[in-house]
């Protein structure tokens, strides 16, 4: 029996080495050699404003005018879809023109478009809604950034604000011991806080856009040793008749003058 397999086993091996001596040999052609080839493939990143932002909220802005001194807005977006304009043509008359509706976002997922008859494409940015032309694009020049609305990060009311600049003065601590503050009351329509030394408080007035007064202010009399502004503070509060957010910046004016008062939430 084992002679048997060592004969097969041979002839096996024999058969095997004569088809290798039969394989035709092809002269000429090389066999290629394979290199490793990489494929970069480009990432496209699909996130438009509409979904990587958040756009919802209460935006605030003074755009030009033609026949006025300015169009002073406020636009709320909504989650569901819907806004609220409020435009009031300041110089030219008190009423607010407001308008309601649904609004939605182009293909691109970057601009909004409000069903309000007349009006433009917006541009949604990082806290800004940016008012377009006739052709869609950006307006050019001095002008230029007056058509960009700022959201509001902050309440005007229910905040409690610190002075961090007045009539373009920084508040430094030589400047001052005490930084003033600043907190409008809703519910009492009620202003009150510390003047850099008495306390002070009186009622206000606003339209919940840009109107801004403060009345009947009062302080007490203690005496004030050190450093202080409270007599620039009150007289300088006493002028104010606008205001404007920007981010979380509060900033009280009076007409088209400049700014005379910058606060910034007092930090908790």
């Known amino acids: 029996m084992k002679k048997g397999v060592v004969v097969l086993g041979a002839f096996l091996a024999f058969v095997m080495i004569k088809c290798e001596g039969n394989k035709p040999e092809v002269e000429g052609i090389v066999e290629p050699e394979l290199e490793a080839v990489v494929v970069e493939q480009e990432v496209v990143d699909h996130h438009t404003s509409e979904d990587a ?12 005018c033609a026949d006025c001194e300015a169009v002073e807005t406020k636009l709320t977006l909504s989650q569901d879809k819907a806004f609220t304009l409020v435009e009031k043509y300041k110089g030219k008359s008190e009423e607010e023109v407001i308008r309601t509706g649904k609004f939605s976002f182009d293909s691109t997922g970057m601009h909004v478009m409000m069903d309000a008859e007349g009006m433009p494409r917006l541009k949604v940015g990082e806290n800004t809604l940016i008012f377009l032309d006739q052709e869609g694009q950006q307006v050019k020049g001095d002008l230029a950034e007056r058509y960009t609305l700022h959201k509001a990060g902050v309440s005007l009311t229910q905040t409690e604000w610190k002075l961090v600049e007045i009539k373009g003065q920084p508040v430094t601590d030589s400047l001052t011991n005490l930084v003033p503050t600043l907190f409008l009351d809703t519910l009492n329509q009620r202003v009150s806080g510390n003047a850099s030394c008495n306390q002070y408080s009186g009622s206000f007035t606003t339209n919940n856009m ?17 450093a202080n502004i409270e007599q620039l503070f009150l007289s300088t509060l006493s002028k104010v008749d606008n205001y404007i957010i920007t981010g979380n910046t509060l900033s009280l004016n009076k007409g088209k003058m400049a700014t ?3 606060f910034v939430p007092v930090e908790k």
Do not use: Q, V
């Open 53 to 64: 932002l958040d756009w919802a909220g209460t935006y605030y802005g003074s755009r030009p």
């Open 210 to 226: 840009f109107f801004l007064h403060f009345n009947e202010m009062i302080a007490t009399k203690k005496g004030c040793l050190g």
């Open 260 to 262: 005379l008062m910058r």
